[in-house]
C-alpha cells in the first residue's frame, strides 16, 4: 500500500509505503541534493526492560542495558563486520540507542544501492556466540566507565535518578557493568526476536535517492516477517520525585546543573503534541530574548552553555533546564520562581508569538537536512504522526494552549535538582 504524505503549508510530499515484508518505508526525495541518509529503525529502547510475546505468558525481564548491547553486537555478522563492508563503498556509517528506539544508519553521495542492501541484510540477520558476548561485555564495561567520567552525562543521569523513583529512564542507556553480565547469546535472541520484527521497524530514507529503487532493493533483501504480538512491561511512576536535590564532585572548572521537572505522560501522540507546545512554554521562559534569561545571564548565574529542552516517550515526559552555573542552587531557584510568577500573570502574548515563531523556525529548519527528515520521520512514525504534523502542532499552538500547559506541566513541586561542583 502507497500513501502520499503532503503539507500544504510548504508544498512538500514524501511516501509512506507498507511493505509485504512487514515493514514500513518512508521515502523522503529531495531535489538539489547529492547525498542520501537512510535509517532502519526498530521501535525498541533502553527504557523496554520487559516484554512478552504471547498474552498468557509471563514478562520477560531485560537486563539493563541490552538495547545497547544489541545496537553493538548488530554489526558483527558471521561474514565479517558491516562498517568493513561500509568502508568498501565509502558510506558513513553508525548506530544509536535512545531511550525509546534504536536506529541503525548511513549517509553516502554514492554507491546508495550497495549501502542500503548492506543496512538491510545485517540488521536483520543476528549473529551472537557466549564468545562474541562476553567480548562485547568487557568492551561495554570500559564504555560505560568512560560515560562515568563524563561530566555532563552525570549531570543528566544524576537528575533522571533524582526526578525517577520506579521507571528505568533513570538508568544510563548502556546499563551498569553488573547488568550487562547478565545478558547471554541467548537472551540477545530472544529480545532481538521480539523487538526486531519488521512490523516493529521502519525504514527512512531522505536525500538524493529514486523510490523505486528502495523498493525493489527491500522487494531483492526482505522477507514476509511473522505476525507480531508484543507487549512492554510498564512500570506505573508516581508524580512525586525521588530526591529533590543531588550532587556529586567533579574535576571541572565550573559547577553544572540540570533542572528537571517531571510531568505527568499521557499516550504516545499527546506527549509528542504537549511536548511540541511546551518548546513554546520554554522559549517564553528562559529563551535567549526573555527577561529572565538576560537576567541571569548579565548576573553571572548562567553563561552560553545554559539550554532547555522537552523530552519524552511512550510513557514518560519531562522538562530540563541546564548549564553552568557559579551559583546553580540560585539559577534553579529563580528559573522556578519565573515559572511561578508567570503562572500567576499568564503569558505575555508577544512573547508567545516571539516564542512560537522561534520554535516553528526551529521545525522549519530540520526539513533543510536528510538526516533530520529521517530522523523526525521514524520519531514521529513511532508516536502515530507523520512528520508534517510537526510543523502544524508548533504552527497551531495557541496562547490558551500554552497556558494549559504551564499550569499543568510546570509543577514546581515535582521539580529535582542535579549539581555537579568542582572538587575540593
Given at each position: 500500500?502507497?500513501?502520499?504524505?503532503?503539507?500544504?503549508?510548504?508544498?512538500?510530499?514524501?511516501?509512506?509505503?507498507?511493505?509485504?515484508?512487514?515493514?514500513?518505508?518512508?521515502?523522503?526525495?529531495?531535489?538539489?541534493?547529492?547525498?542520501a541518509?537512510?535509517?532502519?529503525?526498530?521501535?525498541?529502547?533502553?527504557?523496554?526492560?520487559?516484554?512478552?510475546?504471547?498474552p498468557?505468558a509471563?514478562?520477560?525481564?531485560?537486563p539493563?542495558?541490552?538495547?545497547?548491547?544489541?545496537?553493538?553486537?548488530?554489526?558483527e555478522?558471521?561474514?565479517?563486520?558491516?562498517?568493513?563492508?561500509?568502508?568498501?563503498?565509502?558510506?558513513?556509517?553508525?548506530?544509536?540507542?535512545?531511550?525509546?528506539?534504536?536506529?541503525?544508519?548511513?549517509?553516502?553521495?554514492?554507491?546508495?544501492?550497495?549501502?542500503?542492501?548492506?543496512?538491510?541484510?545485517?540488521?536483520?540477520?543476528?549473529?551472537?556466540?557466549?564468545?562474541?558476548?562476553?567480548?562485547?561485555?568487557?568492551?561495554?564495561?570500559?564504555?560505560?566507565?568512560?560515560?562515568?567520567?563524563?561530566?555532563?552525562?552525570?549531570?543528566?543521569?544524576?537528575?533522571?535518578?533524582?526526578?525517577?523513583?520506579?521507571?528505568?529512564?533513570?538508568?544510563?542507556?548502556?546499563?551498569?557493568?553488573?547488568?550487562?553480565?547478565?545478558?547471554?547469546?541467548?537472551?540477545?535472541?530472544?529480545?532481538y526476536?521480539?523487538?526486531?520484527?519488521?512490523?516493529?521497524?521502519?525504514?527512512?530514507?531522505?536525500g538524493?535517492?529514486?523510490?523505486?529503487?528502495?523498493?525493489?532493493?527491500?522487494?531483492?533483501t526482505?522477507?514476509?516477517?511473522?505476525?507480531?504480538?508484543?507487549e512492554?512491561?510498564?512500570?506505573?511512576?508516581?508524580?512525586?520525585?525521588?530526591?529533590?536535590?543531588?550532587?556529586?564532585?567533579?574535576?571541572?572548572?565550573?559547577?553544572?546543573?540540570?533542572?528537571?521537572?517531571?510531568?505527568?505522560?499521557?499516550?504516545?501522540?499527546?506527549?509528542?503534541?504537549?511536548?511540541?507546545?511546551?518548546?513554546?512554554?520554554?522559549?517564553?521562559?528562559v529563551?535567549?530574548?526573555?527577561?529572565?534569561?538576560?537576567?541571569?545571564?548579565?548576573?553571572?548565574?548562567?553563561?552560553?552553555?545554559?539550554?532547555?529542552?522537552?523530552?519524552?516517550?511512550?510513557?514518560?515526559?519531562?522538562?530540563?533546564?541546564?548549564?553552568?552555573?557559579?551559583?546553580?542552587?540560585?539559577?534553579?531557584q529563580?528559573?522556578?520562581?519565573?515559572?511561578?510568577?508567570?503562572?500567576k500573570?499568564?503569558?505575555?502574548?508577544?512573547?508567545f508569538?516571539?516564542?512560537?515563531?522561534?520554535?516553528?523556525?526551529?521545525?522549519?529548519?530540520?526539513?533543510?537536512?536528510?538526516?533530520?527528515?529521517?530522523?523526525?520521520?521514524?520519531?514521529?512514525y513511532?508516536?502515530?504522526?507523520?512528520?508534517?504534523?510537526?510543523?502544524?502542532?508548533?504552527?497551531?499552538?495557541?496562547?490558551?494552549?500554552?497556558?494549559?500547559?504551564?499550569a499543568?506541566?510546570?509543577k514546581?513541586?515535582?521539580?529535582?535538582?542535579?549539581?555537579?561542583?568542582?572538587?575540593?
Amino acid at each position: 500500500m502507497k500513501q502520499e504524505i503532503r503539507s500544504e503549508r510548504i508544498r512538500e510530499s514524501y511516501q509512506k509505503m507498507d511493505h509485504p515484508s512487514g515493514l514500513t518505508l518512508l521515502l523522503y526525495p529531495m531535489e538539489g541534493f547529492s547525498s542520501a541518509y537512510a535509517m532502519l529503525t526498530t521501535d525498541y529502547g533502553s527504557v523496554d526492560m520487559a516484554f512478552r510475546t504471547d498474552p498468557k505468558a509471563d514478562f520477560t525481564r531485560i537486563p539493563a542495558g541490552t538495547a545497547h548491547f544489541l545496537e553493538h553486537k548488530m554489526f558483527e555478522n558471521e561474514d565479517g563486520d558491516a562498517f568493513a563492508k561500509y568502508a568498501a563503498t565509502g558510506a558513513s556509517a553508525n548506530a544509536f540507542t535512545s531511550f525509546d528506539k534504536t536506529s541503525y544508519l548511513f549517509g553516502c553521495a554514492d554507491h546508495f544501492e550497495e549501502s542500503l542492501r548492506i543496512l538491510l541484510e545485517f540488521v536483520t540477520t543476528p549473529y551472537f556466540t557466549p564468545q562474541t558476548v562476553n567480548k562485547e561485555q568487557g568492551i561495554i564495561g570500559q564504555e560505560i566507565k568512560m560515560y562515568d567520567d563524563n561530566p555532563d552525562w552525570r549531570v543528566l543521569f544524576n537528575l533522571l535518578k533524582a526526578m525517577y523513583v520506579k521507571h528505568p529512564i533513570s538508568i544510563d542507556i548502556a546499563g551498569t557493568v553488573e547488568s550487562i553480565a547478565e545478558i547471554t547469546a541467548d537472551s540477545l535472541y530472544e529480545t532481538y526476536h521480539a523487538f526486531y520484527n519488521l512490523r516493529n521497524m521502519v525504514l527512512t530514507v531522505a536525500g538524493s535517492f529514486s523510490p523505486d529503487t528502495v523498493v525493489r532493493i527491500v522487494d531483492e533483501t526482505l522477507r514476509p516477517a511473522p505476525q507480531l504480538y508484543l507487549e512492554r512491561g510498564f512500570v506505573k511512576e508516581p508524580d512525586q520525585v525521588a530526591q529533590k536535590r543531588i550532587e556529586q564532585k567533579f574535576p571541572v572548572a565550573a559547577p553544572m546543573f540540570g533542572l528537571g521537572l517531571k510531568v505527568r505522560p499521557a499516550d504516545p501522540k499527546t506527549n509528542v503534541v504537549n511536548s511540541i507546545v511546551n518548546e513554546i512554554v520554554n522559549e517564553v521562559l528562559v529563551g535567549d530574548a526573555s527577561p529572565l534569561y538576560r537576567r541571569l545571564y548579565d548576573g553571572g548565574l548562567i553563561n552560553a552553555t545554559f539550554d532547555s529542552e522537552t523530552d519524552c516517550g511512550k510513557d514518560f515526559s519531562a522538562l530540563i533546564f541546564s548549564g553552568e552555573s557559579k551559583e546553580p542552587d540560585r539559577a534553579a531557584q529563580e528559573i522556578l520562581k519565573e515559572i511561578e510568577r508567570v503562572q500567576k500573570t499568564g503569558i505575555d502574548p508577544a512573547a508567545f508569538k516571539r516564542s512560537k515563531k522561534a520554535v516553528y523556525g526551529r521545525y522549519i529548519r530540520m526539513l533543510n537536512r536528510p538526516d533530520s527528515i529521517a530522523n523526525a520521520m521514524a520519531g514521529a512514525y513511532f508516536s502515530g504522526l507523520d512528520v508534517y504534523d510537526l510543523l502544524e502542532i508548533a504552527a497551531g499552538a495557541t496562547l490558551e494552549e500554552a497556558q494549559r500547559r504551564l499550569a499543568e506541566d510546570y509543577k514546581t513541586e515535582y521539580a529535582a535538582l542535579s549539581v555537579i561542583s568542582p572538587l575540593d
